[in-house]
């Protein structure tokens, strides 16, 4: 809603991302053996978002934001 509220041009490719994160998440629930392959799992992928999705793709967001 945000997103379309600023007129973001890139929400379908940012959506899309959010879709791939969520299919990967899965993917090691269902695949991991114990609950410290699945912590170890998780912990990579999460750091991983946070680092290059948060801190680059959300980030483009801030002049939008500032200016509406």
Do not use: C
Request: glycine share 2%; net charge positive.
């Amino acid at each position: 809603a945000l997103m379309r509220q600023i007129a973001y041009t890139e929400i379908e490719g940012h959506k899309q991302k959010h879709q791939e994160i969520i299919k990967a998440l899965n993917q090691i629930l269902k695949s991991s053996q114990d609950y410290d392959e699945l912590t170890g799992r998780l912990s990579k992928v999460m750091v991983n978002w946070l680092l290059q999705h948060i801190l680059k793709e959300d980030f483009k967001l801030k002049p939008l934001l500032k200016s509406s």
